[in-house]
């Protein structure tokens, strides 16, 4: 249910790589610091002042440059001074990758489509590794598949060439990254735009990661029984009116209300009798078009917010209020003889579409997350000898995101209470692909290896002036270590090629949901349930600490588990979160000091944090166990 954002609990991933702005060798990461800090203004001036000075080398002042067009683009809605500033990078040096893909995005967001097929054809040519590639591929798809989604809807003759060029792209990407959230979902899209039905369930799988037919969650598993008859034996026919009916009902029930809502918009045009008889297209239409709204009222304010507009909670919820009403006026399914209330809207969407999330506030900004259920069963958790059951539900195919998650500070994982649990499942598709490159192509692992490297070096005096301060190099590097021991188990088990990278990629995602999920969220719930009085009083702080205690027991990889959002946080010490991970380093240091001749290999003359590396599983739970509450009582 949704509901408006109380006392629930909620888990944040964040970011690895943030920069420190007490690194005054690097004054990029004093400019994202900045913007880290939600300091955007000072951030952009920090970076004109990187871009525009002469004695910084050509590189630096490029990614000052690129990063000073997004702020301007993203931030500022400016597309002139973002273009600007590229221009001013390409003036550097020509023909530059990370100029021309940003050149590519926003002439693509911004409905310049000829200039962003330029842009993204040069990426194609220019991308000099595995991940630059797949970068350069997704662009120019994208591309491809926006310019014939506008000429689908407006009655213009599709490319037909590109888009199946644009199809090989992408079947290349999920050759190397199956699953690809993004790739897929394009995918999906260029196989109605191609009618090619086989296309289009190879896509609908790899975008839900199914492997097998049978395991379908029922939460979207009637739609694929829809889609399943009519795409097997689609082959570039023009299908019925009933085959499109369902196809776009089949769409619906699977959460791809954009492409549902585009085959509906067709039914009506070639066949006007089917649609104005049908109440459920028509409500898909006017539901398409309300998610739409909501997106755009998001892309109006929450700009504004980057930009320092306080006290905005009021208008927020008046123009999201505001389309919310157009879409009650419009659905069949509402009874108009009610008055309108969101909540009641929100409620009636979760019973009719499975749209679930809340609106409130998120690390201090208000705004909206909201999604669709995918998965939904009933999960027993036990801890310590404490066990609940509550209702584990996915959300994805996100209409809204939170302020902080769009401005890209945090990634919200998850909520919860002592009867439910919601993983926010996009938080954690980025990763598992990020890892995979690493694994499997030697540039992006070199270069992430000689990132690694760099930090460790800064780290040493900042860690040795103050013990308890997070080295930036440890999370990355714990996360590859890891990572490669992973790949080569599964390597040596026979897997290779896309079943090794398939298998690599939900170990991956099994591991982290794990521990940020179940046992995260899963502490929260118990500690509910058992102890209510204790949990009310508690700090918020204190809460947090004691679920990432058991994100690190109860997970599948402790080490690993330190990486979701305890380690590689880098945040600020005023929220919740960062409060409990600034005491769990200083436990875990002190720790380390009062136990240095059980540590094997400790060099004494290195900051102890910044060894952490040397401590084994058991030791990992057992500096947990020590401070937690739960496992002192037992």
């Known amino acids: 249910m949704v509901k408006k954002k109380g006392v629930i609990c909620l888990l944040a991933l964040f970011s690895v790589l943030i920069a420190d702005a007490q690194s005054p060798t690097n004054t990029l990461d004093i400019a994202q610091n900045l913007f880290n800090q939600y300091q955007l203004a000072q951030s952009r001036t920090a970076y004109q002042q990187i871009a525009n000075n002469s004695s910084n080398d050509v590189v630096t002042r490029i990614k000052a440059y690129v990063k000073l067009a997004e702020e301007d683009w993203r931030y500022y809605n400016d597309y002139t001074s973002a273009m600007l500033a590229l221009k001013a990078a390409a003036d550097l040096k020509k023909n530059d990758f990370s100029v021309n893909l940003l050149s590519a995005t926003i002439n693509q967001e911004s409905g310049k489509y000829k200039e962003a097929l330029g842009y993204g054809k040069n990426c194609l040519n220019l991308a000099s590794n595995g991940n630059e590639k797949i970068e350069a591929e997704l662009a120019f798809a994208r591309t491809v598949h926006d310019i014939n989604f506008y000429r689908q809807v407006n009655d213009k003759v599709l490319n037909r060439q590109n888009l199946q060029k644009a199809s ?35 896509a609908w799988k790899s975008y839900y990661l199914i492997s097998d037919e049978k395991a379908i969650n029922q939460a979207i ?168 059951k509550f209702t584990y539900i996915s959300v994805d195919r996100l209409i809204s995101r939170d302020f902080t998650s769009w401005y890209g500070t945090t990634n919200v994982g998850g909520w919860g209470d002592s009867t439910i649990i919601i993983q926010v499942r996009k938080a954690y598709m980025t990763e598992p692909f990020l890892l995979l490159s690493l694994m499997t192509d030697t540039t992006a692992r070199k270069g992430a290896l000689a990132d690694i490297e760099k930090k460790k070096q800064l780290d040493f005096e900042r860690c040795k002036n103050n013990p308890y301060t997070e080295p930036k190099f440890l999370s990355p590097y714990i996360k590859f270590n890891e990572a490669s021991k992973i790949y080569q188990h599964l390597l040596a088990s026979g897997l290779k090629g896309t079943e090794l990278n398939i298998a690599f990629v939900d170990e991956i995602f099994k591991l982290t949901i794990a521990s940020t999920v179940f046992a995260h969220e899963g502490r929260h719930a118990i500690d509910q349930l058992y102890f209510p009085k204790e949990f009310k ?37 005023n929220t919740n979160h960062g409060k ?54 037992q």
């Open 168 to 202: 090989t792209l992408i079947n290349q990407i999920l050759e190397k990254q199956p699953g690809n959230s993004e790739a897929s979902e394009l995918l999906v899209g260029i196989g109605l735009f191609l009618k090619d039905g086989p296309t289009i369930i190879k």
């Open 221 to 388: 598993k009637p739609g694929f029984a829809l889609l399943k008859p009519i795409l097997i034996k689609w082959h570039g026919r023009q299908l019925s009116a009933a085959e499109m009916k369902q196809l776009a009902i089949g769409l619906a029930d699977s959460k791809f209300f954009g492409y549902a809502g585009l085959v509906a918009g067709e039914i009506k045009k070639q066949s006007p009798s089917v649609y104005s008889g049908s109440k459920s297209l028509q409500d898909i239409v006017a539901y398409a078009d309300y998610i739409k709204s909501m997106e755009k009222v998001n892309g109006n304010i929450y700009p504004q917010v980057a930009r320092g507009k306080k006290n905005y909670d009021n208008e927020y919820d008046s123009l999201m209020d505001k389309e919310g009403k157009v879409f009650w006026n419009k659905a069949s399914f509402i009874n108009k003889s009610q008055k309108f209330d969101p909540d009641t809207l929100y409620n009636i969407l979760n019973r009719k579409y499975g749209m679930e999330g809340y609106y409130g506030t998120t690390v201090n900004y208000y705004g909206m997350l909201m999604g669709h259920i995918i998965h939904k069963e009933l999960k027993q958790i036990n801890q310590y000898g404490y066990s609940t």
């Open 537 to 573: 009083t508690m700090s918020d702080d204190e809460r947090e600490l004691r679920a990432k205690f058991s994100e690190v027991i109860f997970s599948l990889n402790p080490k690993m588990a330190f990486t979701g959002s305890i380690l590689g946080s880098d945040l600020d010490e």
């Open 580 to 633: 409990a991970n600034q005491r769990f380093r200083k436990i875990i240091v002190d720790w380390m000091s009062a136990h240095k001749d059980d540590i094997k290999g400790l060099d004494k003359n290195v900051p102890l944090l910044m060894q952490f590396d040397l401590l084994t599983d058991a030791q990992l739970i057992a500096i947990c166990k020590s401070a937690d509450p739960f496992a002192k009582r």
